[in-house]
């Protein structure tokens, strides 16, 4: 037993003493430098075996010896251990024993847990390994095996995962040494919450396990197939494989705006959510021009939200969300080209057209003054737009050479962008956020056209004289040309057959005109039609109408106005229609002719004519005395019933035929009361001669009454007739009057007008 406990067995030896001296000495220096590092001695089985007799196999021990080469390093192996429970300082002995001539070597003062060991491939082994070995709570492992069976291929250093429609692809890279021996490998795999393990297996470096749930976060090792050259082939550490994400990314807002301190560029700020349900870890954005330049950039970020610098130009975005094994579906959108910017209208580009495979651009500006870079884009409407990137620090024009694109094609409207770009060791794109700025745009025909197709007309608001056209503009497509404006034409038709056409010619940017100066009640037809600079286009489909009669509406107007005057102004019309032609009477109060009356006797025969019974109010008596002749009562008696009353002057113009008039429809009643119809019987009528005379008006004078009066027939005189005059002749003639009764209130009063 020297140094460290090891014995050496030196009994067969044949060295000199002096040999065997300076072995000694080197056998000291090495125990006491092992105190210092880790260092490797021969050793013997039985010492080895009454060295370490105190040390046992535990569980809180070291465990999990493994001895085991690799391909590229012939004769040498490595063993590792795992560590036990015990104290954190920690040294290790390994002891390697073959077969073959007792060898045994002690490699001690191990403080890591592995080592490397060299063998004898013919013999087997057999290693220990013992933690703390000087100590009481001493723990030891074992190991044994045949070194041409330990050689070892893999864990693969790298595995990627990724799934897609219920399947789970792995794709494994083994080390360079192992690579060349091992064909196939397996796979094992589980739900993250399952005990139960199921196996696939593949060759090279490329697996694909189907009808996994797309829902399920997986669990997943690794190992090769054993052969010849890999007799060891270890299962890998548990790799984890997130659950595939099935749904895409939602878009939920764009925002479109300049870029400050910039012309022709724009800050693009896009928005968008994920399900959160779905284990994700980012999003993916892939950018790139719709024109088709080969520059594709690809923008990775946590937040789902990005800020792009772009031109006006239009752009493609593709966002995903990802994650180490899966990419969910792409959302794509497309910014469009932006045409409208500040700084990029009409006027700064022009083109001229050589050819369908050649053009030229020109700009207004000096651009080269600050750019060398540039690219044009040019676009048929709804096709691919095509690019060509330029150098130019010479000229303000650029001939375009397009024999390698698509030809130019008639009658078809373009659409052309210049680009410049601030990078000047080359042209083309090196990436696309903030890389370039629009100059301006404009359109050209490489050959134009006419129209071929017409509006769409409609007739409003059609009057005696005018009508309000409307059409519907002409599509783009249709009309082969810069439209410079629109010719109306319209054509009127006369009664005697006779056509009269003529047109007018209005701006392409309207799409209603008024036709004035039309003659009322005449049929016209309408057409239109656009036209360029190729010329005028075809014409729309017929639109005729007619405009209003000059009397149709006015004569209903007319009626409807005549009804309404009559209704509301004729009676006040009629009025003073009848002041004006038929002056009024003069109140006979007021006439120089009226005296009041006197005497006892006539106010006695005026009281009794008052009380005359008339059934209507227009029926009236008259009395007439003279004042020289007395008016017999058979005459006076015989023309009371003549007379009619004309007090009220709205009255008179009913007085056509027979101005006196009395009342015959109620027989019943009777003119006079029946005392002073008896007053009356006993007398005598003489028949006087009727007069056909009528009177003008309600009042008259004593002549004018007398004219009207017809003469009495001299006849003789009875004795009773005479008896009854000189009854009559008792009224003063000095008071002779004519005065008419009525049964009207007014009439009532004893206020009585008296014509002298």
């Not at 002690?106 to 490397?116: C, E, G, L, P, R």
């Not at 589980?190 to 399920?216: F, G, P």
């Not at 994700?280 to 990005?306: C, F, L, M, W």
């Not at 680009?419 to 025909?445: L, V």
Request: include cysteine; hydrophobic fraction near 30%.
């Amino acid at each position: 037993m020297v140094g460290g406990g090891f014995q050496f067995d030196l009994s067969d030896s044949k060295c000199s003493p002096h040999l065997l001296l300076l072995g000694l000495i080197l056998a000291h220096l090495t125990m006491f430098s092992s105190h210092v590092r880790a260092s490797s001695v021969t050793c013997n089985s039985t010492s080895v075996s009454l060295k370490y007799q105190h040390c046992g196999v535990h569980p809180d021990g070291v465990h999990d010896l493994d001895c085991f080469g690799s391909s590229k390093k012939q004769g040498w192996k490595t063993c590792k251990w795992k560590p036990g429970d015990g104290a954190s300082e920690k040294t290790y002995t390994l002891i390697i024993q073959q077969q073959s001539k007792e060898f045994c070597k002690a490699h001690i003062n191990i403080t890591d847990v592995s080592k490397k060991i060299q063998l004898n491939e013919k013999y087997n082994m057999t290693a220990e390994v013992y933690e703390n070995s000087e100590s009481a709570n001493c723990t030891k492992a074992v190991f044994r095996g045949s070194p041409k069976k330990l050689w070892r291929c893999g864990p693969p250093y790298a595995a990627s995962f990724s799934r897609h429609s219920g399947r789970l692809a792995v794709n494994v890279s083994w080390p360079q040494g192992d690579r060349k021996y091992i064909k196939d490998y397996y796979i094992r795999y589980k739900a993250l919450d399952s005990l139960l393990w199921s196996e696939a297996q593949s060759q090279r470096e490329k697996c694909t396990v189907e009808h996994v749930n797309a829902s399920l976060v997986y669990t997943v090792q690794i190992k090769c197939v054993t052969t010849s050259k890999c007799s060891q082939c270890l299962w890998s550490d548990a790799y984890t494989v997130p659950s595939e994400l099935t749904t895409r990314p939602v878009i939920v807002g764009l925002k479109d705006t300049d870029f400050a301190g910039s012309t022709g560029r724009r800050l693009i700020t896009l928005t968008w959510r994920f399900s959160a349900k779905e284990l994700h870890d980012g999003y993916r954005i892939n950018v790139r021009k719709v024109s088709g330049e080969a520059t594709h950039e690809q923008i990775n970020t946590t937040q789902p939200e990005i800020t792009l610098i772009l031109s006006y130009s239009a752009y493609h975005l593709n966002i995903s969300a990802v994650n180490n094994a899966s990419t969910s579906p792409g959302v794509t959108y497309i910014i469009p080209q932006r045409e409208d910017g500040p700084g990029t209208g009409a006027g700064k580009l022009n083109v001229t057209v050589h050819s369908n495979t050649s053009l030229t651009i020109y700009w207004k500006d000096n651009l080269i003054e600050k750019y060398v870079c540039y690219s044009a884009e040019w676009i048929k409407k709804g096709h691919k737009s095509a690019y060509m990137s330029f150098f130019q620090d010479e000229d303000n024009y650029k001939t375009l050479s397009l024999s390698l694109q698509e030809p130019l094609e008639p009658y078809a409207r373009y659409s052309i962008t210049l680009h410049t770009r601030p990078n000047k060791d080359t042209c083309n794109m090196k990436h696309i956020n903030n890389s370039e700025s629009t100059y301006g745009s404009t359109q050209f025909y490489f050959i134009e056209g006419s129209p071929v197709s017409a509006p769409s007309i409609s007739n409003h608001n059609v009057t005696l004289n005018s009508v309000l056209l409307r059409w519907t503009s002409i599509p783009e497509e249709d009309i082969q040309g810069f439209l410079q404006g629109y010719i109306i034409h319209y054509t009127e038709f006369q009664n005697w057959g006779a056509r009269t056409e003529r047109n007018i010619t209005v701006d392409p940017e309207l799409n209603s005109y008024e036709l004035l100066d039309l003659k009322s009640g005449t049929a016209y037809e309408v057409q239109i039609s656009g036209f360029t600079r190729a010329g005028e286009g075809v014409r729309s489909k017929e639109s005729l109408f007619k405009t209003t009669p000059q009397d149709s509406h006015l004569g209903v107007i007319t009626v409807f106005a005549v009804l309404a005057i009559v209704l509301f102004c004729g009676p006040p019309i009629i009025k003073r229609t009848k002041v004006i032609l038929w002056p009024s009477i003069p109140n006979p109060r007021n006439s120089n002719a009226m005296q009041k009356i006197e005497g006892a006797c006539e106010l006695e025969l005026l009281q009794s004519l008052k009380t005359l019974k008339v059934e209507e109010w227009d029926t009236n008596s008259l009395q007439i005395v003279e004042k020289e002749d007395v008016i017999p009562a058979s005459t006076l008696t015989s023309m009371l019933p003549l007379l009619h009353p004309s007090e009220d002057e709205e009255d008179s113009e009913d007085m056509s035929g027979e101005w006196f008039q009395r009342d015959s429809e109620d027989p019943s009643d009777d003119i006079f009361p029946d005392d002073t119809i008896e007053s009356f019987s006993d007398i005598q009528r003489t028949d006087l001669q009727t007069s056909t005379q009528v009177f003008p008006t309600g009042y008259t004078t004593m002549e004018m009454f007398q004219h009207g009066m017809p003469q009495p027939v001299s006849t003789p005189v009875t004795q009773e007739a005479e008896s009854v005059e000189a009854d009559l002749t008792a009224v003063k003639s000095s008071l002779d009057y004519v005065r008419q009764f009525s049964t009207s209130p007014i009439l009532d009063s004893e206020d009585m007008s008296t014509i002298l």
